[in-house]
């Protein structure tokens, strides 16, 4: 059964810290990992997509890859309030609809 | 550029009551569409997906169905709500590329 296991938290953080958020998966054949954001009562939202071993940065997020751990990461530099969210890890497993495995989310706030 | 719409953004039905949500894509073609569930608290959970028009695959047994009777139109049905359907429903779509976009989602409860 493929899975995807998130740290649950809650995370809290000062503000201008790092955040780091943490994702393992289950199947070695997966392709394509993605970090979505979550508001409260919100859908999820795109933040990072990551595709090859390595880090991957987008202004102040770096997602970090390792396909032989199985482990996928996701750090927020100079975290602000409006990052206090929930951020679901996914991962598309191979097949012609690409379907995502999300994990449960891991809920960060980040303190003024 | 291509917006996802679902509606209504609310419902609160009995049980035993029948039920039908609507998603549609605008802006692209032969999109992949996808119905997740998320219950309170908890992670995403795939419904069904559609790769084309009439084309629909399922990945739980439940008491939901999918219709994609349009390319660019999915809708989730059930002829008789459970207690266990509440939950926020999110409809997604994926074009040429990996990535899946999210519409703002419909939330249910069963009562």
């Known amino acids: 059964q493929k899975e995807v296991e998130q740290n649950s938290g809650p995370l809290s953080v000062p503000e201008g810290a790092i955040a780091s958020l943490n994702c393992t998966y289950s199947d070695r054949v997966s392709q394509s990992f993605f970090w979505y954001r979550q508001y409260s009562g919100k859908s999820p939202e795109l933040i990072m997509s990551i595709y090859s071993n390595g880090d991957k940065e987008d202004g102040r997020f770096t997602a970090q890859l390792n396909k032989a751990s199985q482990y996928v990461s996701l750090l927020i530099r100079d975290s602000q309030p409006s990052d206090s969210a929930t951020y679901l890890c996914?991962?598309?497993?191979?097949?012609?609809?690409?379907?995502?495995?999300f994990g449960s989310g891991t809920q960060l706030t980040v303190l003024p | 550029s291509q917006t996802i719409h679902q509606w209504p953004a609310t419902l609160v039905q009995p049980v035993g009551s029948p039920l039908s949500l609507e998603c549609t894509v605008e802006?692209?073609?032969?999109?992949?569409l996808y119905w997740y569930r998320q219950a309170a608290g908890r992670g995403l959970q795939l419904l069904f997906y559609?790769?084309?028009?009439?084309?629909i695959s399922s990945e739980v047994p439940q008491n939901l169905s999918a219709s994609r009777p349009q390319d660019r139109q999915f809708i989730l049905s059930s002829k008789k709500l459970l207690l266990s359907d509440s939950g926020f429903y999110l409809c997604a779509w994926r074009g040429g590329g990996e990535t899946q976009y999210f519409g703002p989602g419909t939330r249910l409860l069963v009562l």
């Open positions: 559609s790769v084309g028009i009439g084309q």
């Open positions: 996914a991962v598309t497993h191979k097949g012609s609809a690409r379907q995502l495995t």
């Open positions: 802006g692209t073609s032969n999109p992949n």
